[in-house]
């Protein structure tokens, strides 16, 4: 036996090893001396038992082998991480940033190019610099960064456009978000530049669905009958002018454009009216001219004048509304020229300058992400990315601010700091309600894959539950109020009756059933806003009763908010609630409404007149002026509603912006 003695077994190799290391690196030191150290060592090694020097030997035997797997382990893990990172690239490929992934590659436009005008970015404001002096920005010809800036982003942009017309051709994303599974449908192709008749559904709609045209009905030849008055006073007393005025016969200039008539041309189209849309189109080819010294507002002109041409050419194929949609479009750019990329209110489309309202650097936040479906399909159409570039960044940017409150937005935002203003206050009306119609469209424009926008959009919706429903006394009836500073208000503008259609829409592609239930529930509401008044039209402003009080309706309506503008969001979200619940309830209450459009605001000598008081119905006031909305919205969506024809604007194959112009889903590749 060998007695064990570590001690002394761990001082020798201890010992030894560290003479060795040192020696090794003592190189001044002498040969002779390392010599006897190792001899020293040897001998010591000699004197140990077989027992000790087996077990040091499988030590070093042991940490050798353990030395070996641990660098096999890590040659493995450095394969399987650099093979990793390719399946990652591979993904981030596959799941591109931007929509371009489902769009059809652009198609060309075929106009020359050169006819339109080349508008020059403009350079950025001082943001230090005091407002008044700012109010009007020329736009400067050499701002040759800015423009490098924007350029960059325009190349990725077409870079990923085509990468991604590439690679989705075999792929569909699917969704899924809390229990929904959302499958990305059969988009549009835009149309060819054949051109179709009026009445036609739409060059697409037509090859897709070789149905036998359903006849129109009692109810729709009553909208027509609508068109054709309000038409008739248009065209009498206000022909090339924005807006009617049908009681003192004459017209009302916003932006000298012809308002009505771009905003009615898709209308007529669905109408089937043959005639009007071939004068309309006359006017629009010889007539409109875009290159005038005027102000736009950069929204109204976007969702009334892009979105309407864009709209007809979809329909009707011909390229002419292709043309003067690009002029429009190319018009508009300069207001994107500010400090924080957040655009100015308004643009001067014949001089290119853009500038904010005379008392305040802010734009509104729904006018600044209610344009997005018309700059992104020019862009799909020309081919030609900028105006993409342009509003995707504004999306980006609201979306990545701070100051929402469970997603809702605040109203203001300032174009020199990009910042939300006039924080606290949140509202689906007036200055915030399209934000979140164009949440939900975008996304479903872009074939359902950009998924920030749906995240937006849900979170928004959550945030109306908890902050903004409430139910009214005594019917109960479910209203979407306002929050101003933590305070709750039973205030609801008849603006925020998109909301119904919005959720019904946002339930049909694949969104969780209680937006369907919201939906029904609000469609009441807002239903009852025109019921319970006097007139059977609904005020502009009404105001809940949250505690029961006798003798007291749901509705209250404070004088200064009396009047009916012929808008249409109501009759919209009936159009959406009929569409997909096949309820007849809906297009019941519809005609009731049209009725009472007939009744009080009609006007004898042709047209229809916004009204001042909604209560009074042997005096309702009528303002003396027709909306460009009331032929280019209401009566569209009258039409619609009444309509038993599911293809007549086929809803998965075409979103409504918010001026209810029809533009086309986007197909996949
Ligand atoms: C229209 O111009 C649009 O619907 C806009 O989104 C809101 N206001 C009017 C109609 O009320």
Same mark, same amino acid.
């Given at each position: ?20 290391? !040192? ?20 001998? *010591? ?76 970015? !403009? ?35 077409? &870079? ?5 017309? *590439? ?21 549009? &192709?835009? $149309?060819?530049? @054949? ?16 149905? *036998? ?52 041309? =898709? ?78 209110? =308004? ?8 500038? $904010? ?71 689906? %009306?007036?200055?915030? =309600? ?36 409430? *139910? ?27 909301? $119904? %259609?919005?959720?019904?829409? %946002? ?96 006007? $004898? ?30 009566? @569209? ?9 599911? =293809? ?22």
């Amino acid at each position: 036996m060998y007695p064990p003695s570590p001690r002394q077994d761990f001082f020798a190799v201890t010992l030894n090893l560290g003479e060795r290391a !040192q020696g090794g690196f003592d190189s001044g030191g002498g040969g002779s001396k390392y010599w006897r150290r190792r001899r020293l060592c040897w001998r *010591k090694w000699k004197q140990l038992s077989r027992l000790q020097r087996n077990i040091i030997l499988f030590f070093f035997a042991f940490l050798a082998v353990c030395g070996l797997i641990s660098y096999i382990n890590m040659a493995n893990h450095g394969r399987a991480f650099t093979s990793r990172s390719s399946e990652e690239q591979k993904i981030e490929l596959d799941i591109p940033e931007l929509n371009p992934a489902v769009l059809a590659a652009p198609q060309k436009a075929d106009a020359n190019q050169g006819d339109f005008p080349e508008i020059l970015p !403009q350079k950025a404001r001082n943001p230090r610099r005091g407002r008044l002096g700012n109010l009007q920005i020329k736009a400067p010809q050499e701002d040759l960064k800015e423009r490098s800036h924007d350029d960059d982003d325009t190349k990725r942009l077409e &870079e990923e456009h085509g990468q991604a017309s *590439k690679e989705n051709k075999s792929e569909r994303t699917v969704i899924s978000w809390r229990g929904a599974v959302i499958e990305p449908d059969q988009g549009t &192709e835009p $149309p060819s530049n @054949k051109m179709q008749e009026p009445g036609h559904k739409s060059s697409t709609v037509e090859i897709k669905n070789q149905k *036998k045209p359903v006849p129109i009905n009692e109810r729709q030849k009553a909208v027509i009958e609508a068109f054709r008055h309000a038409w008739k006073g248009y065209k009498k007393f206000a022909w090339g002018h924005d807006e009617l005025k049908p009681l003192t016969h004459s017209f009302s200039e916003w932006f000298g454009l012809g308002l009505t008539i771009i905003d009615a041309l =898709d209308t007529m189209w669905i109408l089937g009216l043959k005639e009007e849309f071939e004068e309309a189109k006359a006017w629009v080819k010889t007539e409109l001219n875009f290159g005038k010294n005027v102000d736009v507002n950069l929204f109204e002109s976007t969702i009334r004048i892009l979105g309407g041409l864009l709209s007809t050419y979809h329909l009707s194929g011909d390229s002419l509304f292709l043309e003067k949609a690009k002029d429009i479009g190319n018009r508009l750019m300069p207001a994107f020229n500010t400090p924080s990329r957040i655009p100015y209110s =308004d643009v001067n489309i014949g001089s290119g300058v853009a500038h $904010p309202p005379r008392w305040t650097s802010d734009s509104t936040v729904a006018e600044v992400t209610s344009i997005q479906l018309e700059f992104r399909e020019l862009s799909r159409l020309t081919g030609d990315m900028r105006f993409q570039t342009a509003v995707e960044k504004v999306m980006k940017h609201v979306h990545s601010l701070s100051g929402k409150n469970d997603g809702l937005v605040p109203m203001f935002i300032n174009t020199n700091s990009g910042l939300f203003t006039h924080l606290g206050v949140y509202t689906l %009306g007036a200055r915030a =309600d399209s934000y979140y119609e164009y949440l939900l469209k975008q996304w479903i424009q872009g074939g359902k894959k950009e998924n920030e926008l749906l995240e937006e959009y849900i979170n928004a919706i959550e945030g109306v539950k908890r902050h903004l429903l409430r *139910k009214s006394e005594p019917s109960k009836l479910t209203f979407v109020g306002e929050l101003a500073h933590g305070r709750f208000r039973a205030k609801m503008d008849h603006l925020v009756c998109f909301l $119904p %259609g919005t959720l019904a829409l %946002g339930a049909h592609s694949g969104l969780t059933a209680d937006h369907m239930e919201l939906a029904k529930a609000l469609i009441e509401t807002c239903y009852q806003m025109y019921h319970q008044i006097e007139t059977g039209l609904s005020p502009e402003i009404v105001y809940f009763n949250i505690h029961p009080q006798k003798g007291h309706k749901d509705v209250e309506v404070k004088s200064s908010d009396r009047h009916n503008l012929l808008r249409p969001e109501t009759i919209e979200s009936l159009f959406y609630l009929y569409r997909f619940t096949g309820d007849k309830k809906y297009q019941d209450w519809g005609w009731e409404i049209l009725q009472n459009f007939n009744k009080y605001t009609r006007v $004898p000598a042709g047209g229809y007149s916004s009204i001042d008081n909604v209560q009074n119905p042997s005096n309702p006031q009528p303002r003396d002026k027709m909306e460009s909305f009331f032929l280019g919205e209401t009566l @569209k969506y009258f039409f619609l509603l009444f309509s038993d024809d599911m =293809d007549l604007i086929n809803l998965d194959q075409y979103v409504f912006n918010t001026e209810a112009h029809p533009l086309p889903i986007w197909a996949p590749a």
